[in-house]
């Protein structure tokens, strides 16, 4: 849930569930999934956030 109270999914958690095992695989049928969402005449930004997410890196690195 977002501040605003609405459900949403990242796509890597979202593939997880999927049993896509790897996520190059799972961007290609989110990459399907949008063009079917504008095709249909709906708004891709209603359905779709690009959102990077941050990965930690090592802190104990010299």
């Given at each position: 849930?977002?501040?605003?109270?609405?459900?949403?999914w990242s796509s890597r958690d979202f593939?997880?569930?999927?049993?896509?095992?790897?996520?190059?695989?799972?961007?290609?049928?989110?990459?399907?999934?949008?063009?079917?969402?504008?095709?249909?005449?709906?708004?891709?930004?209603?359905?779709?956030?690009?959102?990077?997410?941050?990965?930690?890196?090592?802190?104990?690195?010299?």
């Open positions: 849930m977002n501040e605003a109270g609405n459900g949403f593939g997880a569930v999927l049993d896509y095992s790897d996520y190059r695989n799972f961007e290609a049928v989110i990459e399907k999934a949008k063009l079917a969402c504008f095709n249909s005449g709906h708004r891709m930004e209603d359905h779709f956030a690009d959102v990077s997410k941050m990965i930690e890196i090592d802190k104990g690195a010299n």
